[in-house]
């Protein structure tokens, strides 16, 4: 069942890759008008208004591109599996110092531990808020694995405070030598691993033949080779190569944010744009020119200060008289990103799907009986896909 949709979803990627597969900063028109004229000629004819409420409702989104990619919606996710409920609220002197949502995404992920084994690892614990919920389930014991002293410390007195049998283990499990920590005796769980974290763990639990495993992953961009091609063999076999730019697809679109977020990210990638022209008419050059990460109080202010900034960063003379050519410009661009937006949006979840599934089948294929499944609302996180499995006997 897994490695059917599996296929299914390869070939939709794969045969539709021009769409997705590129970086829209680059680029001022959409790279694939040619081979999809049809779809190209409707997406360019939506008025702004309409474009806005498709690129903030995907179910109308879906509607819209459905007649020019019909395989492409037909897919189903009917392959994933039912949770647990919730039935159990942790104490409430458990859940000081746990934000609202992240309490809500402890109490429904614990809520699928299985009954066996007792003795579990949390893998990149944190403060290991995580591992002292699930000792109010069927676990009766657990160890903590973080690589900050300073989270071990925090974490181990509040096991101590609540007399929770938790013990921390400080390690970085990307450089350290954990085998003894990972082991036939103990399941392991990770809620939202980043990338070479929960791949990691995986490799792990597959060497070591770990009982049960359950892993929520999380930025699947964040892992040390430059592209990806898969974990399991049935990925290795579709040919699908993906760059970290493709990697970061499924984690594009936020949940919940206040007006004021929005128009900071609104402006954000307004003035990216417009300092890459800026850049680009110094230079006479048309490139991309990418900027780090920064304060976003940096957005609090004017354009000019913002282009002073970038101009310093990237050690090149600020020119006051390109300001206002290079904003029009980034305007532009912006305008005809959101249409490139609005197609390559929907293989976000496919590409998640893909991901996921490859860590299934991974496991899958080491001898596990796996269930995928959306462990809580979407509302709480968008990071809600959850690989259960345990060792078949």
Request: net charge neutral; charged share 15%.
């Amino acid at each position: 069942m897994l490695s059917n949709h599996f296929e299914r979803l390869s070939a939709v990627l794969k045969r539709y890759c021009a769409l997705w597969q590129y970086v829209p900063f680059a680029h001022s028109t959409p790279p694939w008008l040619h081979t999809y004229r049809e779809l190209g000629d409707a997406l360019f004819a939506l008025p702004p208004a309409s474009l806005n409420l498709l690129l903030n409702n995907d179910d109308q989104a879906e509607n819209w591109i459905a007649p020019f990619l019909p395989d492409l919606v037909a897919l189903q996710d009917d392959w994933l599996s039912t949770p647990a409920p919730v039935t159990n609220a942790l104490p409430f002197w458990l859940t000081n110092g746990i934000k609202g949502r992240k309490l809500s995404q402890i109490t429904a992920f614990t809520a699928q531990l299985p009954s066996s084994p007792n003795h579990w690892l949390e893998w990149c614990a944190g403060k290991g808020h995580l591992g002292r919920a699930a000792l109010f389930g069927p676990v009766h014991q657990v160890s903590s694995i973080e690589w900050q002293q300073s989270l071990c410390e925090s974490g181990q007195r509040l096991a101590e405070r609540h007399h929770c049998q938790q013990n921390f283990i400080h390690a970085d499990v990307l450089q350290d030598d954990v085998s003894n920590y990972v082991h036939q005796q103990c399941g392991v769980m990770a809620l939202h691993a980043c990338g070479q974290l929960h791949m990691q763990l995986l490799f792990m639990a597959k060497q070591q033949k770990v009982p049960a495993v359950l892993v929520c992953p999380c930025c699947y961009h964040l892992i040390r080779d430059e592209q990806y091609t898969g974990m399991s063999q049935l990925a290795q076999q579709q040919q699908l190569t993906l760059s970290k730019l493709d990697l970061k697809l499924p984690l594009q679109q936020i949940v919940t944010t206040g007006a004021r977020g929005q128009r900071l990210r609104d402006t954000e990638l307004l003035w990216r744009l417009s300092f890459s022209h800026y850049v680009s008419l110094l230079t006479e050059k048309q490139v991309y020119t990418p900027l780090p990460n920064f304060a976003k109080s940096l957005l609090t202010h004017s354009y000019e200060d913002f282009c002073r900034w970038a101009c310093a960063e990237k050690s090149i003379p600020f020119d006051a008289s390109l300001l206002l050519d290079s904003l029009a410009l980034g305007e532009t661009q912006r305008q005809g990103l959101a249409r490139m937006e609005l197609v390559r949006q929907r293989f976000r979840k496919p590409l998640e799907y893909w991901l996921i599934l490859d860590r299934a089948l991974f496991l899958q294929e080491a001898g596990y009986q796996v269930d995928v499944m959306r462990f809580c609302d979407f509302s709480i996180t968008p990071r809600n896909l959850l690989i259960k499995a345990h060792l078949a006997n």
